[in-house]
């Protein structure tokens, strides 16, 4: 499979206006994005408050981020079955049902004393909002095309990260205040999308415009993008789980300021995403992913070889680039490759792919903060993203080269 080219998938020319009023539909897409960074954002803050109060030290630092991304593995199995139960359901009763999920499941973290119970709670969270992201996706599929699907891709990547950026700042000052539960109460947000789901969704299975049958193999064959997707997601998430421990080990121990620190990240991925529709207009799948390696790159050797906080600001907005135009990139490749009536089960996969990075993150960084300190696994990694981007620009020189040589011929 080439990942910068391929045909144009089996869609309807125009949105189907019929099934439901496009505002509506546009504020459940955007909503969705907001309870997806909700799921993970809160928690950043207070993830040192977090490791010295179930251990302390390397144990409970570990213990920490995991409890913040077990909700990745609740978002891969979500995002996965999403695709089935809408196909028989319908999304609008997915969306409804992983909102009430979110809410009771998010909120128990504000009660719940036993460890083992705060972690299922987290994997319960993460269920819901994989399901609703992913069925969010696969309605964008269904309702917009060409370049309106890209810039309401990158609107909803443009709300989570809008929606990140708030509430790191919120969380950080809740946890200064009054401790490191009060995060959980900001899952009460997902109440809001109750309404408009109910009102402006189509009530059952929605009706498909094209005859691919059912089956995974179009969506196995794009097997090199959910590489991608996988590898490029552990540098998203470094923003989000290791930057807090950048900065701790930096002197940094304000959790108000790390807030800041990883909200900067929000920020910038915010303001890429919403320029993604007009980004795209002048690069193509590979230039996008030269643009994510080179800024994950970037920033991630910044904020390692930072010595103040003005440099370590600027290597988090670089990473923002990165992670502003990741998500986008891959569902807009996916939605473009595969037939309308598999949008459902090709958005899944990209969310499963997207959160097993989150969850992967942790587990393939700490042997090598164990080994000489989490500076030096940012620097590898940094490292990695450089080499990945080096391949996608040599890979764009030598199509370039074989075209000027086919109009010479």
């Known amino acids: 499979m080439n990942i910068g080219s391929g045909p144009q998938s089996a869609q309807r020319t125009m949105p189907n206006t019929t099934i439901a009023g496009r505002p509506g539909i546009a504020f459940v897409c955007l909503w ?5 960074a909700t799921a993970t954002a809160p928690l950043s803050p207070a993830l040192p408050a977090i490791a010295n109060e179930l251990g302390g ?7 920490a981020q995991m409890i913040q ?14 695709g089935y139960v809408s196909e028989w359901l319908g999304r609008r009763l ?4 992983g909102a009430v999920i979110f809410l009771v499941a998010g909120c128990a973290g504000l009660v719940l004393t036993d460890l ?33 699907r890209n810039r309401i891709l990158g609107f909803c990547g443009g709300a989570g990260a809008f929606a990140a950026l708030v509430l790191l700042n919120i969380s950080g000052v809740m946890v200064d205040a009054l401790g490191w539960r009060s995060v959980f109460a900001l899952y009460l947000l997902g109440i809001v999308i109750i309404p408009f789901a109910f009102f402006s969704m189509y009530k059952g299975t929605v009706p498909k415009t094209d005859d691919a049958p059912l089956g995974w193999m179009p969506i196995l064959r794009l097997w090199p993008l959910w590489l991608l997707q996988i590898g490029f997601a552990i540098g998203v998430y470094m923003s989000v789980i290791q930057v807090p421990f950048i900065a701790a080990a930096k002197g940094i121990s304000n959790a108000s300021m790390i807030g800041l620190l990883v909200a900067t990240t929000s920020v910038s991925a915010m303001c890429v995403a919403l320029l993604y529709g007009t980004i795209r207009r002048f690069l193509d799948v590979k230039g996008m992913f030269v643009l994510i390696s ?14 103040g906080l003005l440099p370590f600001f600027i290597g988090t907005v670089v990473l923002g680039f990165g992670a502003g135009s990741l998500e986008p990139t891959i569902i807009s490749r996916a939605l473009h490759e595969i037939p309308e009536r598999l949008h459902d089960r090709a958005a899944g996969t990209a969310i499963s792919t997207l959160f097993l990075g989150q969850f992967l993150n942790p587990i393939v960084v700490y ?12 620097t590898v990694f940094g490292l990695i993203y450089a080499a990945v981007g080096a391949l996608f620009l040599l890979a764009i020189g030598m199509g370039r080269r074989r075209t000027l040589n086919a109009r010479l011929a």
Request: charged share 5%.
């Open 116 to 148: 083992n119970l705060l972690i299922a709670s987290r994997a319960l969270t993460g269920v819901a909002s994989g399901a609703m992201l992913a069925t969010s996706y696969a309605v964008v599929g269904e309702h917009f095309i060409g370049d309106a």
């Open 57 to 63: 030290g390397a144990d409970g630092s570990f213990v």
């Open 94 to 97: 997915v969306i409804l049902a």
């Open 69 to 82: 991304t077990i909700s990745a593995i609740g978002m891969i199995v979500g995002a996965a079955f999403a």
């Open 32 to 36: 969705a994005g907001v309870l997806n």
């Open 367 to 378: 042997p090598l903060v164990a080994a000489d300190g989490v500076a030096f696994a940012t």
């Open 294 to 307: 080179m800024a994950f790159a970037a920033g991630l050797l910044i904020c390692a070889k930072s010595n």
